[in-house]
């Protein structure tokens, strides 16, 4: 995978995260899986899924391969386990950004908010959803739509509740998501270029009001600083 600014910083090579030497159980068992997780994660960031090998996600991990093997069965299955847990995590942002209060606005902005909070949060994490090395895999397209598709249908509910009919709110639904997606991808790629506030404040604008009503206020701001400037 090409060098990308956006990635995070990763253990240097041959380094390992700490291993839960010494516990058992279900508990321990569960800290295996999530360390595996975590290394794996670094390992197709850095090197994307073609050039991502087991040895060197075992080594970060500190997990032996054998056992990383009775946790997945392979490389794809340990890279489908990546991405759902990086897709539920998207997923649940949404779904806490409309249930928190009552006020529809706030709502929305707290959806657009979350898709970069998204990005911003885990930068590896927003790569392997939106820039899967293995797109074609019917089993990482579908993992990926049907996250959208979960995400849309949290927005639509609100919509719906709030009295539009369910055809419109669907579309709706989908704009959203769609905007705050890409809005987001495109902050972060820009390299962050203005406050990340101000970026979702732009996005809910326009998710809000429509474009009508943004080009509205920018032209209002532009005769307030014509008059500043007088």
């Given at each position: 995978?090409?060098?990308?600014?956006r990635?995070?910083?990763?253990?240097?090579?041959?380094?390992?995260?700490?291993?839960?030497?010494g516990?058992?159980?279900?508990?321990?068992?569960?800290r295996?899986?999530?360390?595996?997780?975590?290394?794996?994660?670094?390992?197709?960031?850095?090197h994307?899924?073609h050039?991502?090998?087991?040895?060197e996600?075992?080594?970060r991990?500190?997990?032996?391969?054998?056992?990383?093997?009775d946790?997945?069965?392979?490389?794809?299955?340990?890279?489908?386990?990546?991405?759902?847990?990086?897709?539920?995590?998207?997923v649940d942002?949404v779904?806490?950004?409309?249930?928190?209060?009552?006020?529809?606005?706030?709502?929305?902005?707290r959806a657009v908010?979350?898709?970069?909070?998204?990005?911003?949060?885990?930068?590896?994490?927003?790569?392997?959803?939106f820039?899967?090395?293995?797109?074609?895999?019917?089993?990482?397209?579908?993992?990926?739509?049907?996250a959208?598709r979960?995400c849309?249908?949290?927005?639509?509910?609100?919509?719906?509740?709030?009295?539009?009919?369910?055809a419109?709110?669907?579309?709706?639904?989908?704009a959203l998501?769609?905007?705050?997606?890409?809005t987001a991808?495109?902050?972060?790629?820009a390299?962050?270029?203005?406050?990340?506030?101000?970026?979702v404040?732009?996005a809910?604008?326009?998710?809000?009001?429509?474009l009508?009503t943004?080009?509205?206020q920018?032209?209002?701001?532009?005769q307030?600083?014509l008059?500043?400037?007088?």
């Amino acid at each position: 995978m090409r060098s990308d600014p956006r990635q995070p910083v990763t253990p240097a090579a041959g380094g390992t995260h700490t291993s839960p030497v010494g516990l058992r159980g279900p508990a321990a068992r569960a800290r295996r899986r999530r360390a595996v997780l975590v290394a794996a994660q670094d390992v197709f960031v850095a090197h994307g899924y073609h050039g991502a090998r087991m040895d060197e996600i075992s080594a970060r991990s500190g997990i032996s391969k054998p056992v990383l093997y009775d946790h997945f069965a392979g490389k794809l299955d340990l890279y489908l386990a990546v991405l759902q847990h990086n897709l539920d995590r998207m997923v649940d942002g949404v779904r806490a950004a409309v249930a928190r209060d009552t006020d529809p606005q706030h709502r929305v902005r707290r959806a657009v908010q979350s898709y970069f909070d998204f990005v911003e949060h885990d930068v590896g994490g927003y790569v392997l959803v939106f820039e899967s090395p293995v797109p074609s895999e019917p089993s990482v397209e579908w993992r990926v739509r049907t996250a959208m598709r979960d995400c849309a249908a949290l927005v639509s509910a609100e919509l719906r509740a709030g009295g539009v009919n369910e055809a419109r709110a669907e579309i709706q639904a989908w704009a959203l998501v769609g905007i705050s997606r890409l809005t987001a991808g495109h902050w972060l790629e820009a390299g962050r270029p203005i406050a990340k506030s101000d970026a979702v404040d732009t996005a809910a604008a326009l998710c809000w009001n429509g474009l009508s009503t943004v080009a509205r206020q920018q032209e209002e701001q532009g005769q307030s600083w014509l008059r500043l400037s007088h």
